[in-house]
């Protein structure tokens, strides 16, 4: 069964760019995260879904993050215009509601320098 | 809101000594779970453990931690440290409600030198 799969693993971008992020969950996990982890910190949960559904994004600056899952699979992570403030790891993971588990699978992340 | 509090910043402990990482939580529902995640350097996050009922023990790879939701704690514990333990751990918890949103605390790095 292949993991959690993020693309791409590094980008650095100037204030103002603009980047998109990947994750493909393991195939069968109805539910999604977005983590922003910050150095030295723990996960900050962004996002999540549930399929194609937002569950909860109170946490995500929605001036400048956005994020969907479409058809309840792949997702992405869009930052419009970055700020340095926004210089962190951003992790995806992924679960199955089902069965009570929730343990979450993480991707490798992606590591995001604002210069 | 829920909230997860752990041992934070750096633990460094000998080789052999025990290993103990506190996490507390608040939450208002009675039926909260909690999760014990380890970080590698250079790998992703993945579960260590998991709790289970109030005041039962749960082990995995020589770790262990009970839930006491007296205290509301889910501490991590080992009885003798290994080189290999050195990484970054979090406890977290799903939230129990209805719509398990996950909390994590903010990390503790355990680093074990000979």
């Known amino acids: 069964e292949a993991g959690v799969t993020q693309s791409p693993r590094y980008a650095v971008l100037q204030e103002g760019q603009a980047v998109s992020f990947w994750c493909d969950p393991i195939?069968?996990?109805?539910?999604l995260y977005w983590y922003q982890q910050p150095r030295d910190q723990g996960p900050q949960l962004l996002v999540y879904f549930r399929d194609e559904a937002v569950i909860d994004n109170s946490q995500l600056p929605s001036d400048r993050f956005s994020a969907v899952r479409p058809k309840g699979t792949n997702s992405t992570l869009k930052i419009q215009s970055a700020k340095q403030g926004d210089t962190a790891t951003y992790l995806c993971?992924?679960?199955?509601?089902?069965?009570?588990?929730?343990?979450?699978?993480f991707g490798p992340g992606t590591r995001l320098t604002v210069l | 809101g829920d909230s997860v509090t752990q041992t934070e910043g750096l633990v460094t402990l000998t080789e052999g000594l025990p290993v103990m990482l506190n996490c507390t939580y608040q939450?208002?529902?009675?039926?909260?779970?909690l999760f014990w995640y380890v970080h590698y350097l250079n790998e992703s996050p993945w579960l260590l453990l998991r709790s289970s009922t109030d005041n039962k023990r749960t082990e995995h790879q020589g770790f262990h931690a009970t839930l006491h939701k007296s205290s509301s704690s889910f501490h991590l514990q080992k009885s003798s440290a290994q080189l290999s333990d050195s990484a970054l751990y979090y406890c977290a918890s799903p939230t129990s409600g209805g719509n398990y949103k996950p909390t994590f605390g903010k990390g503790t790095s355990l680093v074990v030198h000979p």
């Open positions: 993971a992924s679960s199955r509601t089902w069965g009570g588990s929730y343990e979450q699978y």
């Open positions: 195939s069968g996990h109805d539910t």
């Open positions: 939450t208002i529902y009675s039926n909260a779970f």
